[in-house]
């Protein structure tokens, strides 16, 4: 099904970008946690996306992606009251959220950030306390901080070069809150893999459940081409159908880093073929 852009918002210059759909349909079911797939035109690649936001009475959805490569690129020509080819969607599990006061931390990384958006805001409507916790390398490369400032009971934030916030890593700040708060209920990471791997790390000597979201290589969405399996507890899961998220500290992130890396040089070749270029 097409889906129309009301809005289009760059984020951050040449890198993220922010689009608001009109898609009634897969507003009204989504959840937090959940993921589209699109495709810009009829032949294009099909690129999974984690829903950032939705709004069932607007019928509209957030996605925000980082340009990386060859579609992402041709998606980020679209504009204003352009239509992608076809969205499908909402995919995968939502995230399992309970109702409850008890403390909840989000950590979100980079783009990761606004997935992240989306399930903090489900924890805070299920009446828990949320504490977010972002990063990236620097101030200009924050996401969603004022988004999440409505909802949060407190907002951590680390950056690397110290420009804003502390100075350090999502696992510094989310290692001193750990420390002072005893009573977490779960630690929820969205964002880059290195990131997640660390936070589950982190975690896994305080005996706090955390939870992940994963990237992975995904082709249909729907559990049949099986390229986005991951190894989850010593078994095979796939993503997009039994995820995307899982237990940070049973997931095989070697294996995972693995599988991501296989086709970056494709990616580059056919990124740099198609005489895409950042800004």
Known sequence: ???????????????TTKLVLDAPHVAAKAKPGNFVILRVHGKGERVPLTIADADPQQGTITLVYLVLGKSTWLLNQLEEGQELNDLCGPLGRP???????????????????????????????????????IGARAKDLLLFENELRTFSHDVMVATNDGSHGIKGFVTDALRDYLDAHKDVAEVVAVGPVPMMEAVANLTRPYGVKTTVSLNSIMIDGIGMCGACRVNVGGKIQFACVDGPEFDGHQVDFVELRERLSAYKPHELKSYQECGCSHG
């Open 95 to 133: 995230t399992h959220i309970e109702p409850g006061p008890e403390p909840v931390v989000c950590v979100g990384g980079g783009t990761g950030i606004a997935a992240m958006h989306h399930i903090a805001k489900g924890f805070s409507r299920a009446g828990h306390e949320v504490i977010s916790v």
């Open 1 to 15: 099904m097409a889906a129309r852009i009301i809005r289009k918002e760059v984020l951050i210059p040449g890198q």
